[in-house]
């Protein structure tokens, strides 16, 4: 790393109420300031803003600014980086969990219950009870619940939680009714209806089989998905993310972006993934939308999931899971099917992404790259696998050959660790979580959070990143810890990373001249505080553009 002594930054603020930056240049000063530059992390005195992009770096020694038309501030000495980017969100999600019972964290099945009863009493007129975040891993029996237990807390309203994968829901005996699933019905490809031994539904629904409940919700209205989207761009803002990849958005979801857009109320920088639908394929036809509102959204991915989840045990597996004899888990997609919607979107100009969590599903993943896309499409349009968890050794060196992206979540390595050799065995469990494998190899990865799936900060998946810890700092030296990043690479994941993995590298992710201005200012240096305390860092000021967006 590339260091000078005294820091100072120069910055422009503007107006709140407009994406435009206006004329005056602000100095401030007394702070430090870290930015990828080409393979390096460089430490500067100094930049110059204006017009909400980096006109200058200043290098230390270099006098600060002055003028009638300059503002001063002192920044008391705090560090500045580059704004953060979490490239694979769930924004719509991460909003309406403000509405939804929050299960997150319960560690008993009666402790769940618990949450969902006093939900469902302090609202009484939802016709629905909504809920998320559940995890019977964590739970003592480590057993899947039941429809019976729910009925006894809420039995005249249909109740639907997601597990905390987002890959199963846990419904009641109203939601069942309403649903029509009796002992006929059948599984639905690419799903799962959880039975028991006389064949009867249980109340847990896998992967596709969810949808024969979730249709049956009422839809939100457009300003109900305007007021979640905003809600939950403006607390990501808080917590020093500038952009957000959001990954599966339908075309309605797109359209409530361009609303609040139009109405100058887009605080962070969407790159928005549509989720392939039949509904979809018109739209992927017509090609990608370019960017609009001072970059702060565009829409050139379409998502597709191939498989389920490692906690649900739907990730598709190449052999049996470890922990249940003759279950290689789901897949989502035949290989023409997949490779069907290659051709479609290649041709089309559209980056895909497709999400694959089991070794089987990267393998099918890496062969539709391989085998439907050329070099040059490849070269064009930097396809992706979401999560790329668990790869066989002998595909690792594949993604950097096809150039395919790896987009990595770390913390769900900390969040999986207590379960994820249980399922895929020891010797599998070597090409899971591999980042440094993958960098080694030449791979090119992104770095997100699967929030609401994990929580947004994204100073938890930096920390989960250099130390492979969870936030008691378990297990010494870090789970499998010769997967380790440095912080450089793992400031990069969220950074310049990111932004190529959206096409937004000459825009975004670093402090560069030309670039937006898009920065955090945070209360401790992340790169000299102890590893530990990398997840206690807390940002004071967010700033897109060179406008404050959140913060004191």
């Given at each position: 790393m590339h260091r000078s002594t005294r820091i100072s930054i120069a910055i422009l603020i503007g107006s709140l109420s407009t994406f435009t930056a206006i004329a005056q240049t602000v100095v401030v000063h007394n702070a430090r300031v870290y930015t990828p530059i080409g393979d390096t992390v460089r430490e500067y005195a100094g930049v110059v803003i204006k017009d909400g992009k980096v006109q200058r770096l200043l290098d230390a020694g270099t006098a600060i600014p002055t003028g009638s038309d300059i503002r001063r501030i002192d920044a008391g000495g705090k560090t500045v980086l580059p704004g953060l980017i979490d490239a694979h969100g769930h924004v719509l999600g991460l909003g309406q969990l403000k509405l939804q019972a929050d299960l997150r964290g319960s560690e008993s099945i009666a402790a769940?219950?618990?949450?969902?009863?006093?939900?469902?009493?302090?609202?009484?007129?939802?016709?629905?009870i909504i809920g998320h975040g559940w995890n019977q891993v964590l739970w003592p029996d480590k057993q899947f619940p039941t429809a019976r237990d729910l009925d006894a807390v809420v039995s005249d309203r249909p109740v639907v939680l997601s597990r905390v994968d987002g890959h199963a829901v846990w419904v009641n005996t109203r939601a069942l009714q309403i649903a029509g699933i009796t002992r006929e019905t059948r599984d639905p490809q690419g799903g799962q209806i959880v039975r028991d031994a006389a064949g009867d539904a249980t109340g847990v629904l896998v992967d596709l089989a969810s949808a024969l409940v979730e249709e049956r919700i009422p839809a939100p209205t457009d300003k109900d998905l305007q007021r979640a989207l905003h809600a939950a761009m403006s607390d990501v803002a808080s917590l020093g993310l500038t952009g957000v990849h959001d990954a599966g958005i339908s075309i309605r979801d797109y359209a409530?972006?361009?609303?609040?857009?139009?109405?100058?109320q887009l605080p962070i920088r969407i790159y928005a993934m549509l989720a392939d639908s039949e509904a979809a394929r018109a739209t992927i036809r017509q090609g990608p939308q370019a960017p609009q509102f001072d970059d702060r959204l565009q829409m050139r991915a379409v998502k597709s999931v191939i498989d389920g989840a490692l906690g649900s045990r739907g990730a598709t597996m190449l052999q049996d899971y470890s922990d249940q004899p003759h279950h290689r888990g789901l897949m989502l997609y035949t290989a023409p099917q997949i490779a069907q919607l290659a051709d479609l979107t290649a041709s089309s100009g559209w980056q895909l992404n497709i999400h694959a969590i089991g070794d089987a599903g990267?393998?099918?993943?890496?062969?539709?790259?391989?085998?439907?896309?050329?070099?040059?499409?490849?070269?064009?349009?930097?396809?992706?696998?979401?999560?790329?968890?668990?790869?066989?050794?002998?595909?690792?060196?594949?993604?950097?050959?096809?150039?395919?992206?790896?987009?990595?979540?770390?913390?769900?390595?900390?969040s999986d660790m207590?379960?994820?050799?249980?399922?895929?065995?020891?010797?599998?469990?070597?090409?899971?979580?591999?980042?440094?494998?993958?960098?080694?190899?030449?791979?090119?990865?992104?770095?997100?959070?699967?929030?609401?799936?994990?929580?947004?900060?994204?100073?938890?998946?930096?920390?989960?990143?250099?130390?492979?810890?969870?936030?008691?700092?378990k297990p010494p030296g870090g789970w499998y810890g010769n997967e380790k990043l440095t912080r450089e690479e793992a400031l990069r994941l969220f950074t310049i990373d990111a932004a190529y993995a959206a096409f937004m590298e000459d825009r975004v992710g670093s402090l560069e001249p030309g670039k937006w201005a898009d920065f955090i200012l945070i209360d401790r240096d992340y790169f000299k505080v102890p590893e530990s305390e990398i997840d206690d860092i807390r940002v004071e000021a967010t700033y897109v553009a060179g406008k404050k967006v959140s913060g004191r």
């Open positions: 769940a219950l618990d949450r969902v009863r006093r939900f469902a009493a302090a609202n009484p007129t939802d016709g629905w409530a972006y361009q609303a609040l857009g139009k109405s100058q990267n393998r099918l993943a890496l062969d539709t790259y391989e085998r439907e896309l050329t070099a040059a499409q490849r070269n064009a349009l930097r396809p992706r696998i979401e999560h790329a968890q668990i790869v066989a050794p002998e595909d690792i060196p594949r993604f950097s050959a096809l150039g395919v992206i790896a987009s990595i979540q770390p913390t769900h390595a900390t207590n379960m994820a050799e249980d399922r895929v065995g020891p010797q599998r469990i070597k090409g899971a979580y591999a980042w440094r494998t993958l960098l080694n190899s030449g791979a090119r990865l992104a770095g997100g959070s699967d929030f609401p799936v994990e929580l947004p900060n994204p100073f938890l998946g930096l920390h989960a990143a250099v130390t492979r810890q969870d936030r008691d700092g």
